[in-house]
C-alpha cells in the first residue's frame, strides 16, 4: 500500500459532491489540492472545509473548456506546490432529452466539459508525468457511460467516450508507470441531483463512497493495474 502523503492533486469540479468528498479525503491523506470549477464561492468552500480539518488547498476558478484557463490553473498549481502527481478528472455536466430534442448548444455545453476538458487538462500534465515515469489519473465517468439509457443520449455518449478516452491514456503511458483508472458510478446524491422526483436518498450513492474507492486505487503498489471501467453502484434500485 502506498502512501499518500506529500503528493499533489488536481480535482476538477471541486467546488461541490463528489469532487469536494474528494478533495477532503485526499487532503486528509496528506495530499496537497487544487480544487478547480467556474464557481468561486464553492471552491472557497472546499477549500475552508479542507483547511479546517487540517489538510492543504487551494481554489482556481477555470473553465477546463478553455485552453487558456487550463494552462493558467496548471501553472498556479505548478506554483503552489511545485508538481502534479494526481489528476482527478472529475467535472460533469448533464443535459437530459432525447438526441432529436437536444439543441447543438445543449450538445457543445456537454462535450465541451465532459471531453474536451478531460482531454485539454490531461495533455497538459501528461508531459511533466512522463519525464518523472510517476502519476496517477482517475477520471469519473458514470454509469451512463456503460448501460444505454433513453433519454440520456447526450450525457451517455461523452461518459462512453470518456471511458474510451481513459484506456487509450493507460496504454500509451503505462511504460512511464503513469496509471489511469475511469470510475462509473451509479446514482450519487450531490448537488446536481438531490431534488431529483421519486431519488430514494437511502438507496443512493455519496461522495464518500466514491472517495474510499478512489483512496483504494491511488494506494495500490504501482506495478497493480486495475481494469478500466470500474462500475460503482447500490445494491438496491434507487428509484423504487
Known amino acids: 500500500m502506498q502512501k499518500l ?18 478533495a477532503l479525503a485526499l487532503a486528509g491523506q496528506g495530499v496537497s489540492v487544487a ?25 482556481i476558478q477555470a473553465d477546463i473548456a478553455n485552453t487558456e484557463q487550463i494552462e493558467h490553473l496548471f501553472q498556479t498549481t505548478l506554483q503552489a506546490y511545485g508538481q502534479v502527481d494526481i489528476l482527478v478528472n472529475n467535472a460533469g455536466v ?21 471531453l474536451r476538458g478531460v482531454y485539454l487538462l490531461t495533455r497538459q500534465v501528461l508531459p511533466s508525468m512522463r519525464a518523472r515515469r510517476s502519476g496517477h489519473i482517475i477520471n469519473i465517468s458514470s454509469e451512463s457511460g456503460i448501460e444505454y439509457y433513453p433519454g440520456d443520449s447526450v450525457y451517455g455518449t461523452s461518459k462512453h467516450a470518456l471511458n474510451a478516452l481513459g ?50 486505487l491511488l494506494t495500490r503498489r504501482e506495478n497493480i493495474k486495475i481494469g478500466t471501467p470500474i462500475l460503482i453502484q447500490t445494491m438496491l434500485n434507487p428509484w423504487e
Not at 480544487?35 to 481554489?59: P, S, W
Open 94 to 114: 448533464a443535459e437530459g432529452g432525447h438526441l432529436h430534442e437536444t439543441s447543438p448548444a445543449e450538445w457543445d455545453a456537454v462535450m465541451n466539459v465532459n
Open 5 to 22: 502523503e506529500g503528493k499533489t492533486a488536481i480535482i476538477t469540479g471541486g467546488g461541490s459532491g463528489i469532487g469536494r468528498g474528494l
Open 35 to 59: 480544487v478547480c470549477g467556474r464557481r468561486r464561492q464553492k471552491l472557497e468552500q472546499t477549500v475552508d472545509l479542507v483547511r479546517q480539518a487540517g489538510g492543504k488547498a487551494i481554489a
Open 167 to 216: 484506456e487509450f491514456i493507460q496504454r500509451e503511458n503505462q511504460e512511464y508507470n503513469i496509471r489511469v483508472n475511469t470510475i462509473c458510478p451509479g446514482m450519487v446524491v450531490s448537488e446536481m441531483t438531490e431534488h431529483s422526483p421519486g431519488l430514494d436518498h437511502a438507496k443512493c450513492l455519496y461522495p464518500e463512497d466514491i472517495a474510499d474507492l478512489v483512496l483504494w
